[in-house]
C-alpha cells in the first residue's frame, strides 16, 4: 500500500479538492482506494456525501478513544472507502498533547489494520499540529498541493523543513514524491515565472540529504475549473457531477502519473534511465 499524505498549511490551495478526486480517479483505474480525512473541518467527509454530524465514529475516536479503522472505514464508491472526520476532531490536538507517543497514534493504528487497500490518501488539516505529524509518521509520500503563486513558495520552506524534521525523528523513510500545481493559469507570467523558480529549487536539492531531493513537478496541472468547485457542494466526486469537464480530464491524468510510479520518487522513465 502506498501511504500518501496530501499537505499543504496554507488553505485554499486545492488540497482536499485534490485528495477526493485523485482517490476517485485511481478507484475509477481499477485500484483499491482509502481517503483519511485528518481535517477537523471535514471537508473532504462532505465532499463525499458524508455530513460530520458526530453522531458515527470518525477518526477521532481512532487517535483518542482506540477504536479501530474497521468501525470507522465506509464505503463512498466502487473500490473507494472514506475514514471520516468532524468537528470532534479539533479537540484531538489538546486531548493528545499528554499523551506518550501521540505522534505515531495513527501509524500505530495502521498497522493493525487488516484492509487491503493500494492506496490511503490522508487529507490533512492546513496546520502543521499533532494531526498533520500524525500523518507524516504514518506516511510514505508526501504530496504538496500548490497554487503557483508568489507566497505559496514562502509557505513551501516552512513544510520541507517540517518533513526532514519528522523524516530525521520519527519516520526516516518520508520522502516528498510530487508537487501538484492546482489552480493554474498557464498563460499568467507569474505562473511560469513560480514553476521555473520550484525547477530550480529542486534541481539544487537532487543530492542533497533531504526528504524532497528526488520530488517531482507532475506534469499534470490542475487547471482552473468552476466544475471544481461547485462539486463538493453537491457530495459528488468530479467524475460524478461533471465527468466531461477539464476538471474530470485532469485528475483523469494526474491518477496516470501518480500510477506509473515504481518506486517512490521514480517514474518508468527515470527507470529506464537508470538501467
Not at 471537508?43 to 456525501?49: D, I, Y
Not at 498533520?132 to 508568489?150: R, S
Not at 499568467?188 to 520530488?215: C, I, K, M
Amino acid at each position: 500500500m502506498r501511504r500518501i499524505a496530501v499537505i499543504n498549511q496554507k488553505g485554499g490551495v486545492g488540497k482536499t479538492t485534490t485528495a477526493v478526486n485523485l482517490a476517485a480517479a485511481l478507484a475509477r483505474q481499477g485500484e483499491r482506494v482509502c481517503v483519511l480525512d485528518l481535517d477537523p473541518q471535514a471537508h473532504a467527509s462532505t465532499h463525499f456525501g458524508v455530513e460530520p454530524d458526530g453522531d458515527r465514529p470518525s477518526i477521532y475516536d481512532v487517535l483518542v478513544r482506540n477504536r479501530s479503522l474497521a468501525d470507522v472505514r465506509r464505503d463512498v464508491g466502487e473500490n473507494l472507502t472514506l475514514i471520516s472526520s468532524d468537528i470532534n476532531l479539533a479537540a484531538a490536538e489538546v486531548e493528545l498533547a499528554g499523551v506518550v507517543g501521540r505522534e505515531v497514534v495513527l501509524r500505530e493504528a495502521l498497522a493493525q489494520d487488516t484492509e487491503q487497500t493500494d492506496y490511503m490518501l490522508m487529507d490533512c488539516a492546513p496546520s502543521l499540529g499533532v494531526l498533520t505529524i500524525n500523518a507524516l509518521a504514518a506516511a510514505d509520500e508526501v504530496f504538496i498541493p500548490l497554487q503557483p503563486h508568489f507566497f505559496a513558495l514562502h509557505g513551501l520552506s516552512k513544510l520541507l523543513e517540517t518533513t526532514a524534521l519528522v523524516g530525521r525523528r520519527i519516520n526516516p523513510g518520508l520522502r516528498v514524491t510530487g508537487i501538484i500545481l492546482c489552480l493554474y493559469d498557464g498563460g499568467t507570467r507569474l505562473a511560469q515565472e513560480v514553476v521555473r523558480d520550484l525547477r530550480g529549487f529542486l534541481d539544487a536539492s537532487r543530492s542533497a540529504n533531504v526528504p524532497w531531493a528526488g520530488a517531482k513537478i507532475f506534469e499534470t496541472k490542475i487547471r482552473r475549473n468552476v466544475k471544481l468547485a461547485e462539486s463538493p457542494s453537491f457530495g459528488k466526486t468530479i467524475f460524478e457531477y461533471a465527468p466531461r469537464c477539464s476538471g474530470a480530464e485532469d485528475y483523469a491524468a494526474l491518477a496516470g502519473e501518480v500510477s506509473r510510479v515504481i518506486e517512490v520518487g521514480r517514474t518508468e522513465a527515470e527507470e529506464l534511465v537508470a538501467a
